[in-house]
């Protein structure tokens, strides 16, 4: 498996799980297209692609297309929607980091946080007031899905969520100076799988000053008519 493929794969179990956490029932079109055709959780995709070559009408036709809000995540920057009514949102590259690669040293006041799983739905409504997004749904909590907090004290200032699936270790939802706990937290875990996520801008600088590399092209459409 391509690691575009194994991260397009882990980025759509993580949609998958949100989804059916919030009474949704999104479907798998074999091999090529994730999708769900009730409209999602607010930043979250309708559909996304895994695999190259998906025609634009089978991921069209599997979302709720007329609907404002309705997005797609385009996982190798390969459809074109715009005839449908889509425009690109913002464009981005998927990023993945070796397993087993020297960890990043924690810098400034990252270096005192101490960082441990969140447990319970009181301390995930913390996680996100902190800026981990959200709402979450508890359900989610275990089951290979890992939401990480890096404290200072008793204060959430940092997090991520750290989550299985297409034979790697994805990350999502960073907020606060994280890079060096989460990948700290994703070693002690799960030595073995090499990690993967998404960034652009600044955030993608960040990421690659903490050892990943860029390894292609995505890009989310939004129903803007």
């Known amino acids: ?11 759509a179990a ?27 959780p607010p930043m979250y995709p309708d559909a996304v692609t895994l ?10 036709r599997g979302v709720d297309a007329a609907s404002a809000g309705c997005s797609v995540k385009d996982s190798f920057a390969d459809l074109d929607l715009a005839g449908d009514g889509f425009e690109v949102l913002f464009e981005a590259q998927w990023i993945h980091r070796p397993a087993g690669a020297p960890l990043p040293e924690a810098e400034g006041e990252a270096a005192g946080l101490e ?4 447990s319970g739905a009181e301390e995930l409504a913390d996680w996100e007031g902190a800026g981990g997004g959200g709402p979450f749904r508890a359900g989610l909590l275990g089951e290979g899905i890992v939401f990480l907090a890096g404290r200072a004290g008793s204060r959430i200032v ?16 960073l907020f606060g100076a994280a890079w060096a706990g989460v990948l700290g937290a994703v070693a002690d875990r799960w030595p073995e799988l090499d990690v993967v996520g998404y960034e652009h801008g600044e955030d993608l600088d960040a990421a690659v000053r903490a050892g990943f590399t860029p390894i292609g092209p995505l890009r989310v459409w939004l129903f803007a008519q």
Do not use: F, I
């Open 115 to 118: 960082w441990s799983e969140v």
């Open 51 to 60: 695999e190259p070559g998906v025609p634009a009408r089978n991921v069209v």
């Open 158 to 173: 940092a997090g991520a969520v750290v989550s299985t699936g297409g034979g790697v270790v994805g990350v999502s939802n």
């Open 14 to 40: 993580w949609c998958d799980a949100v989804c059916r956490a919030h009474g949704l029932s999104p479907r798998y079109d074999g091999e090529q297209l994730w999708s769900s055709a009730r409209r999602t």
């Open 1 to 11: 498996m391509s690691l575009l493929r194994g991260a397009a794969l882990n980025n």
